[in-house]
């Protein structure tokens, strides 16, 4: 159940919580449509799960609406996506044409709920719809939520030709932009620090947690939250785990993940990550339902250590769920893990698998130096990566693309 | 005369798309962004890091001290003192003639930072708007400052006068109220005076506050004075000792 926006003013304090209630009053009555792939599984569905109803509640008519895919239009999606983080995977013909089937298929189902001044459309998988359903005076954004840093040319070009004509581009992180003819934007993701996945929750609970899952809870405890795959590489967490369990016997590992609806390769990884852990009964992976929310949240507050070696990430919302936790944080500087993992200011930023195990010592050798860090780390994410500064940032850019070219714009006196 | 509406802003960051990954392309693209992203690199760190008590920096020396290891050139532009600098484009040129030195020497010049450790040069597009707080007269304009939030206080003294190019007589949108509305030049002046990048945010507020709270003060004992109202002994000294301070 989201939490009304008055929920968050003593998170956030009364001036921002007011700023954001005035920035809505000059959007109140424009209805706007959101579109994504999926509506459980992942960050982005995750997010907007939260936001839709906050927005909503400041005046602002918001639609959230899911297109609907088949098997090989998800194989076809995930090839993109990987493609797009730079891995050398060639989109055939079929692939392009189930592309398109899709796209027609859902361009049918969502005419008339995209018929909105403003349409929002999130990641590639829907944003072919533009091509049939764009009408005279609407704006439309897309939102990229994948590492474009460093794209294979091939899939960067099909996407550069899908979303071209879009009004504006959002990205999360500089690296991310490309040069297209359009304003494009930062705006990073956030967490809900009132949804069940971060909102406080009692000792008891986090162990009685541990206990459910066999874990000590008088031991330290290595965690990565993450969907099982390979570019969040579980493999090397286990291996980082066992250098470190060669000096400190008493560490545990959690591997918590699950699949997402649109992640087709996901069920492939598990058995991988089985294989490598092994008979060691110190390596708990678990294959979290969805809506494992307050599993996840004790998990993540009862570890020593909170982990993200991923070698591509978006933005890394688990990141930000540790950091807001107050937990320690090791995690690869990649994607837009550096913008929360500030080195030696509110985590350790690492770049191996042996760099990982080193900052995971670090932790357990100087546990007041870790908790001084976790601490600024929650204000970072105060100020910077929570729901309401996301709503805030998505409210600016709608009065951005509503006034477009002006580097000033000024809302009353 | 006019009330004084305390406004604020917010900050929509773009992409422009333009990367550098030597002190050559560095160059090239402090020539070429526009001054919404000069502004915006130079300011960035001040308005959103305080709370983890660093020093502020502008993106540029960080990126040119972390990244391309020129501690020197880094030092350089960070002690660049914002204040004074009326224009953006006036910051801009010295931050180039800080770099241009470096020309003479080719390898460091044109030496690249590893892949994923480029400069990406962003811009603000500003969003103003009014709060709710509004003053008429001196007393009103301190309990404000009290009370309103920091990017209020960042907005009046540093971005407007500043990103919004405007030079004029007062250094900030305080000063001028309180020299043009008020007729209190004397206060106005020490306004202007105060250094906005001296501390952080809530810093400033309390300099702005050091100087505005006596100045009530001092309103205070003129009014009684001007009555004529009896005072006698240590109360009349101490007023006109007062008095004698202005």
């Not at chain 1, 970072?380 to 070219?405: A, D």
């Not at chain 2, 020309?103 to 009014?130: Q, Y």
Request: hydrophobic content about 40%; aromatic content about 8%.
């Amino acid at each position: 159940m989201p939490s009304p926006f008055t929920s968050y003013r003593r998170i956030i304090g009364p001036s921002e919580h007011d700023l954001i209630a005035r920035i809505a009053e000059h959007l109140r009555g424009r209805p706007v449509v959101m579109v994504n792939s999926t509506r459980d599984g992942g960050g982005v569905a995750e997010i907007l799960r939260n936001m839709v109803p906050l927005i909503n509640e400041l005046g602002i008519p918001l639609n959230w609406e899911v297109i609907e895919g088949r098997p090989d239009f998800y194989a076809m999606t995930k090839t993109l996506h990987n493609a797009l983080h730079g891995r050398e995977e060639p989109l055939t013909e079929g692939m392009l044409r189930a592309f398109d089937e899709v796209t027609e298929r859902n361009a049918d189902l969502l005419k008339d709920a995209l018929d909105r001044p403003l349409v929002f459309i999130h990641d590639p998988q829907p944003a072919g719809l533009i091509r049939r359903l764009r009408k005279e005076g609407q704006k439309w954004i897309f939102r990229c939520h994948v590492d474009v840093s460093s794209p294979y040319p091939p899939a960067w070009e099909f996407l550069r030709g899908v979303v071209e004509s879009y009004d504006a581009s959002v990205f999360s992180h500089p690296s991310f932009a490309q040069r297209m003819p359009m304003p494009q934007f930062l705006v990073s993701p956030s967490i809900d620090p009132l949804a069940d996945k971060n909102r406080p929750v009692s000792d008891d609970f986090i162990r009685k947690t541990l206990e459910r899952y066999r874990l000590d809870p008088k031991r330290p405890l290595l965690t990565q939250v993450s969907r099982f795959d390979k570019l969040k590489d579980p493999l090397g967490v286990i291996q980082a785990y066992r250098m470190v369990k060669k000096s400190r016997p008493a560490v545990q590992l959690v591997l918590a993940g699950g699949a997402a609806s649109d992640d087709p390769e996901s069920v492939h990884i598990l058995p991988a990550i089985q294989e490598a852990a092994g008979k060691d009964p110190d390596i708990h992976v678990l294959d979290l339902p969805p809506f494992s929310d307050l599993d996840i949240n004790a998990l993540q507050r009862a570890s020593t250590v909170v982990l993200q070696k991923s070698l591509k990430e978006g933005f890394a919302l688990t990141v930000t769920e540790a950091l807001w936790k107050e937990r320690p944080v090791v995690a690869m500087a990649v994607g837009g893990i550096p913008l929360q993992v500030l080195a030696g200011k509110t985590g350790y930023l690492v770049h191996s698998v042996e760099g990982t195990a080193a900052a995971i010592r670090r932790i357990l050798d100087h546990p007041e130096e870790a908790a001084a860090l976790a601490k600024n780390g929650k204000e970072h994410v105060r100020q910077n990566f929570l729901i309401t500064r996301h709503v805030k940032e998505y409210l600016s850019l709608f009065l951005c693309v509503l006034n477009p070219g002006k580097s000033i714009i000024e809302l009353g006196r | 005369m006019h009330s004084f509406v305390f406004m604020t802003s917010v900050q929509s960051v773009q992409l422009t798309g333009v990367r550098a990954s030597n002190l050559a392309e560095f160059h090239d693209g402090l020539e070429k962004v526009d001054g919404s992203s000069i502004y915006h690199h130079t300011h960035r760190f001040y308005r959103t890091h305080s709370y983890l008590g660093a020093t502020p920096l502008s993106d540029f020396a960080f990126w040119v001290r972390e990244n391309l290891r020129e501690d020197a050139l880094a030092e350089g532009i960070a002690s660049l003192d914002l204040r004074d600098f009326d224009t953006i484009r006036d910051l801009r040129n010295a931050i180039l003639a800080v770099l241009a030195p470096m020309r003479e020497n080719p390898s460091r010049w044109e030496r690249r930072v590893p892949p994923g450790l480029e400069f990406h040069f962003s811009r603000s597009v500003s969003l103003i708007l009014p709060t709710h707080q509004r003053a008429h007269n001196l007393e009103e304009f301190i309990r404000a400052v009290e009370r309103v939030d920091t990017s209020c206080l960042y907005y009046h003294l540093i971005e407007a006068p500043l990103h919004l190019q405007e030079t004029r007589h007062w250094r900030n949108d305080f000063s001028a109220w309180l020299g043009g509305s008020l007729g209190l030049d004397t206060l106005a002046e020490s306004v202007a005076a105060i250094d906005p990048y001296r501390r952080d945010l809530e810093g400033l507020r309390e300099d702005l506050l050091n100087v505005l709270r006596p100045s009530r003060l001092r309103r205070m004992i003129d009014n009684i004075l001007a009555r004529q109202e009896p005072v006698t002994g240590v109360v009349s000294s101490f007023l006109r000792r007062s008095k004698g301070g202005e």
